[in-house]
Every structure is written in C-alpha cells, then in structure tokens.
C-alpha cells in the first residue's frame, strides 16, 4: 500500500482509519446553523483509508487507490485543513506531505473524506510530535465535520448533536457486510436538502426507538440487528437515485439479513450471516450488474491508530523532503 518508489524507513508515520456504516440513522429538525439534529448509531468496518505523512517544505497531498481521481488536492480537501488546524492549534508550521491511499468508497456515506482527516490528525500529530491527547484530537476533528470524530474512536458509538458527540455502545460479535458501490458520488447536503423537502414539516427524533438495535448488538445477534437496521436518509438518497431501489432488492433476494442506504448514500449496505453469506450476496449484486463495485467487511474494528511511525527514505535512499 506504500505509494510506490516509497520504502518505510524512520521518518514516515503510517495511519490507517475505518469507514462507517450508519446502523441507525433519525433526522431530526434543521437547526439554525444549517444542520439537522440527529441519533444515529455508527459501526466501524474494516474498508480502511491510509494516510502516510512525510516531513515537506510545504503542505501538499497526493492521492492513490479506488476513485483517487474524485478526490480534490486543493484547500477543500479535509486532510489538508486538518493538518491545517491541527498546526494553528499546536503551533506547529503546517508543512507536510500527505499521501491518501483509497479503500472506502469516495462519497458514498461510508465516511471515507472523515477517515482521511481523522488519519491526518493522528498522523500529523505523530510527525510532528506535538502529543496532543486523543480527546482533543476528537473535539479538533468535529471541528472538520460532523463524521470526523467517529473514525478516530472507530468500534460502535451513539453520535448525538450533528452525528459529532459520541457515546460508546455495546457490541458483541462480528457483523458481515457487503456494499455495492456507484462510481458517482452523492452530496451530503443535497440528501439533507432533499430530506426536508420530503418531511416538510416538524419531526422529532425518538431516541427510544433503537432499543431494539442496541439490545441486538449487545446480544451478537445479527438476526435482530438485520431486522432493526434503519436509515431516515434513504427515501432522500432514492428520490435523487432511483436505481438504488435494484441492489437493495437483489441483496435481500440473496438472503441478506437486513439491507439499507449507508448514510447519505449511495453505498447500500447489505449485512449477511457470515463472511461467506456476504461474499455470496456481493456475488449476486455483481452477477445482477445493479453497482459499479462490491467490497465486503466486517465490523466492529478499531478506530484510527498509527500503523508504522519512523523515519522514511525513498527507494533510493534520499529523504523526501525536498517538495
Ligand atoms: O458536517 P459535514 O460538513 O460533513 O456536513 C455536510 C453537509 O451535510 C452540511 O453542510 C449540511 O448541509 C448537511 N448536514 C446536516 N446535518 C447534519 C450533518 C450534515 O444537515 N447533522
């Protein structure tokens, strides 16, 4: 996975950070800073983003692996503005080298964009060696946005607020995947926007309402869990991309246990019974051509963690501080 011409020597610091799948997604009402209050109940898989940081005269990123040609190289990119804070925030001068290698689907809901930040903080604060404690780490990545704190605690959480205050829940077990995946991309704030179209009037959020889920999680019962999946996103992400309606149905004709939108979509979760079963339902969704690209995973896994931290030469032996 190192980008290539790249050997780990000791001045490369490697950090790897999981997507999420939204077990249960509740909207509430648009606030006045523009968010909607949520409940939700994430649960990291293992589709990983790496990011490897790398002493630089400047603040640059490059990107490799699935879909690296969406991903933006310029100031919008979260991992740039999370080196960027977390320099303002520490004192330290905001140059380095990120380098973003792709495992979770590019805007597809699965929090890909939020990994690579969560990565960068970690990994920046590796390099740079500023020790800044995980906790303040957390309330910096909230500052990035609402889905930046989850991949640093990574496991299952509640996310309460905009999705960013996370409590810890439960889990037992492991729980099989697979995604069918749109090469396009959909917005976050237009689902949000197609959202309130479609409710037009005042909701409420009931927290009580996943009981259900949280009891089948603290059991490992994945039958249970399939059946209370939930996601008050999905009717949005289906108005504006009506052909998701086809993996959603082949997934639950190959026997899935519960299928839904991740998030804003348009990734479609469908959790399976085993690795096998997932491999046999990602199987069906390619058979069927109803998505661009499958990939299946497991959860709960760990959440953003340094994978390799030493110094780093090229292949031929010059250290890469000269851009
Ligand atoms: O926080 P983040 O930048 O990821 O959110 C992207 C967009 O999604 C926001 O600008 C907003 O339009 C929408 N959003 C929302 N309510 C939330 C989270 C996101 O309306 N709780």
Redesign the pocket.
Known sequence: MIPSGLVPSDREVRVRAPGKVNLSLR?GA?EAD?????ATIFQAVSLYEEVIARPSTKLRVTVSGQQADLVPTDLTNLALQAAQLLAAHTGAEPAVHLHLHKGVPVAGGMAGG?ADAAAALVACDALWGTGVPRDELVELAARL???VPFPLTGHTAIGTG??QLLTPAMSRGEYHWAFAIRAEGLS??RV??VFDELIAGAIRLEPEADRALMQALRAGDAHGLGRALHNDLQHAALELVPALAEPLAVAEDAGALGVLISG?GPTVAALARSRQHALVIAAAITAAGVADQVMTAVGPVPGARVIQGTRMRTADGAADDSD
């Open positions: 909207v648009l523009g968010y909607h209050c949520l939020s946005g609402s889905d905009r999705g976050t704030a949000f926007g804003s």
